[in-house]
């Protein structure tokens, strides 16, 4: 099975901060990354898909980056709605592995 | 629009089995991948199983020999069997559809509520 990690398990920032979340796959996944973001007692909110591509209806803030076995989740100016648990998840094979979280906090 | 909604969660006892369902609409369940993940509670996202439009069918390592997957066409309704539950499986369930772009598979788009199942003496 391929392992996912992801760092750091949770940060502090402030509104209009730059934030950058590392994802590193445990065996070269191309580009089959995928970045999700959510809140406290709500399903997932899929922000990324195939590393690079923005989901429909999320803001441009949000980027994703990578290929390999590295990939990079960058939010370029935080905002209030942001604070949250974003996750990564590979969709290259079956088990279709989840990181283990990145908490983003208010400052 | 889609709506994915859960449903048959609760809570039982070790051993015992119940039926997961998602009604969807605004898609069709059988044109598509649709997949089941769960988050225990305070802790992060499980990928539990997954099948395809052929109806080949893929199971975590955790779940497998335990769980089934199926769907009825006819009535747009995803399906997760869960048989010899463990206070582990203890969790939200979410039933998801795995978008498919330029033919690749890109992660879950659309997502039930959930419903939770507890399994506890």
């Known amino acids: 099975d391929i392992q996912m990690t992801q760092s750091p398990s949770s940060l502090s920032a402030s509104v209009g901060d730059r934030v950058t979340i590392t994802c590193r796959a445990s065996?070269?996944?191309?580009?089959?990354l995928n970045w999700y973001q959510q809140k406290p007692g709500k399903a997932p909110n899929l922000l990324i898909y195939?590393?690079?591509n923005l989901q429909s209806g999320v803001p441009s803030r949000f980027s994703g980056s990578g290929s390999g076995t590295d990939f990079t989740l960058t939010i370029s100016s935080l905002q209030p709605e942001d604070f949250a648990v974003y996750y990564c998840?590979?969709?290259?094979?079956?088990?279709?592995?989840f990181g283990p979280g990145t908490k983003v906090e208010i400052k | 629009e889609v709506q994915l909604v859960e449903s048959g969660g609760g809570l039982v006892q070790p051993g015992w089995s119940l039926r997961l369902s998602c009604a969807a609409s605004?898609?069709?369940?059988?044109?598509?991948?649709m997949a089941w993940v769960r988050q225990a509670p305070g802790k992060g996202l499980e990928w539990v199983s997954v099948?395809?439009?052929?109806?080949?069918?893929f199971y975590a390592d955790s779940v497998k020999g335990r769980f089934s997957i199926s769907r009825d066409n006819s009535r747009n309704i995803l399906y997760l069997q869960m048989n010899s539950l463990r206070a582990e499986d203890t969790a939200v369930y979410y039933c998801?559809?795995?978008?498919?772009?330029?033919?690749?598979?890109?992660?879950?788009?659309?997502w039930g509520q959930g419903t939770m199942v507890t399994v506890s003496s």
């Open positions: 998801a559809r795995e978008q498919v772009a330029r033919r690749l598979i890109a992660g879950f788009d659309f």
């Open positions: 605004g898609l069709t369940v059988s044109s598509n991948y």
């Open positions: 099948i395809y439009t052929s109806g080949s069918t």
């Open positions: 065996q070269s996944i191309s580009s089959y």
């Open positions: 195939t590393a690079s």
């Open positions: 998840q590979q969709t290259y094979s079956t088990p279709r592995t």
